[in-house]
């Protein structure tokens, strides 16, 4: 197959809230699509790093506590189920609504574990320690910052030229994630400055860049 799927799909198949039907065609999919394969695993570890995280981080905003009852009240479709629903709109499904966070979520208990970490400081030779690292960038963190920020600007671009098309509370659920995912990816850089080869975080910061490009692409597409 030359298509990819839909990053929807794709968090519905980890979730396991696909219809037997939908399922198949996706598992299929995944079966022989080295990307999309890829892609459900990142999530999955994603998702059990969330689960690994402390309960008490949490995105500020008195929006979370909206967030958190929605993934509460989340309920398994069984296999095979028929919904009786008309399908949501996009920025009201429980994925769009909770991704931002379960990636601050991560992302701060990832963090977290890595700055109370004793340091490991060995002083060069000859030179005086001076108490302080000089924060350095690996080739792997810029070409990825690099790469990202290029096609997330121009997601924004679109994002604002089309907004005035949108529901009103499209747009505030795409600017409130957008803020989650953007502090998630401050954490990560700061900490990747003192540590540019931790793969830990390397994988999760471009976790958080692919959550942010679908959020974007998900609010422009919805218009185009």
């Known amino acids: 197959m030359t298509n990819h799927l839909r990053d929807e799909e794709l968090h519905d198949l980890v979730d396991?809230?696909?219809?037997?039907?939908?399922?198949?065609?996706?598992?299929?999919?995944?079966?022989?699509?080295?990307?999309?394969?890829?892609?459900?695993?990142?999530?999955?570890?994603?998702?059990?790093?969330?689960?690994?995280?402390?309960?008490?981080?949490?995105?500020?905003?008195?929006?979370?506590?909206?967030?958190?009852?929605?993934?509460?009240?989340r309920k398994i479709v069984p296999i095979g189920a028929v919904p009786s629903q008309p399908p949501r709109p996009w920025w009201t499904r429980p994925w769009a609504m909770a991704a931002a966070a379960v990636l601050l979520v991560a992302a701060s208990a990832t963090v977290t574990a890595i700055v109370v970490r004793p340091p490991e400081r060995v002083p060069m030779a000859g030179v005086p320690d001076s108490g302080f690292s000089v924060p350095s960038v690996s080739p792997r963190l810029a070409t990825m910052t690099a790469n990202y920020e290029g096609l997330t600007r121009q997601l924004l671009t679109d994002f604002e030229s089309r907004r005035g098309a949108l529901p009103p509370e499209a747009v505030t659920q795409v600017e409130q994630n957008l803020r989650v995912i953007d502090m998630a990816i401050s954490e990560i850089v700061t900490v990747l400055q003192a540590e540019p080869d931790n793969d830990v975080l390397l994988e999760l910061l471009d976790t958080s860049y692919r959550q942010k490009v679908a959020v974007l692409e998900h609010a422009t597409e919805s218009v185009s």
């Open 16 to 73: 396991g809230v696909l219809p037997e039907a939908e399922r198949q065609m996706v598992d299929a999919h995944v079966a022989c699509c080295v990307e999309c394969s890829e892609r459900v695993e990142q999530l999955r570890r994603l998702l059990a790093m969330a689960r690994a995280a402390p309960r008490g981080v949490a995105p500020p905003g008195d929006w979370w506590p909206a967030i958190r009852t929605t993934i509460g009240q």
